[in-house]
């Protein structure tokens, strides 16, 4: 039984990571839904991997991983959205700010996982890769930036 937004919007067929509370993970899918009261939703997990933790005990704990991407996790102030619908942070580096594109690869209400482009991915943007700006992991982006 779950309450979550995560649960709330889930759907059979859908891969998640389960992990146990020694650490192990385990992908499951799920393969039944069904909603209950108080906004409570009751999921069925199809797990193809059982592990001595799960079958020794009556009662176990678990967390479940609904999504998981490797990025930067910025706070959603610091994204920006120029003309043609493209989504920046603004850097600063040796004093002067500098628009740096970025992709969004996950978003929720306060902070969003962002990335660079790839060179395949910036030519198909039409990007000129020689000016493009990448963003790193200890650069400097403001919190509040205006449009540059």
């Not at 967390?63 to 043609?84: F, Q």
């Given at each position: 039984?779950?309450?979550?937004?995560?649960?709330?919007?889930?759907?059979?067929?859908?891969?998640?990571?389960?992990?146990l509370s020694s650490g192990?993970?385990?992908?499951?899918?799920?393969?039944?839904?069904?909603?209950?009261?108080?906004?409570?939703?009751?999921?069925?997990?199809?797990?193809?991997?059982?592990?001595?933790?799960?079958?020794?005990?009556?009662?176990?704990?678990?967390?479940?991983?609904?999504?998981?991407?490797?990025?930067?996790?910025?706070?959603?102030?610091?994204?920006?959205?120029?003309?043609?619908?493209?989504?920046?942070?603004?850097?600063?580096?040796?004093?002067?700010?500098?628009?740096?594109i970025v992709k969004v690869?996950?978003?929720?209400?306060?902070?969003?996982?962002?990335?660079?482009?790839?060179?395949?991915?910036?030519?198909?943007?039409?990007?000129?890769?020689?000016?493009?700006?990448?963003?790193?992991?200890?650069?400097?982006?403001?919190?509040?930036?205006?449009?540059?």
């Amino acid at each position: 039984m779950l309450n979550s937004e995560a649960a709330n919007n889930a759907e059979v067929g859908d891969n998640v990571t389960i992990t146990l509370s020694s650490g192990d993970e385990i992908t499951a899918e799920i393969i039944y839904i069904a909603s209950q009261d108080e906004g409570k939703v009751l999921i069925v997990f199809d797990l193809k991997t059982l592990t001595e933790e799960l079958i020794q005990y009556r009662k176990i704990s678990f967390n479940i991983t609904w999504w998981s991407y490797a990025g930067l996790k910025v706070p959603n102030s610091s994204i920006l959205e120029d003309e043609n619908g493209m989504k920046y942070v603004v850097r600063k580096r040796a004093g002067e700010n500098q628009k740096v594109i970025v992709k969004v690869l996950k978003r929720n209400e306060k902070y969003s996982i962002i990335s660079t482009y790839d060179t395949e991915e910036l030519n198909s943007l039409g990007i000129d890769i020689q000016n493009y700006n990448n963003i790193s992991q200890y650069d400097t982006i403001l919190l509040y930036p205006t449009e540059q």
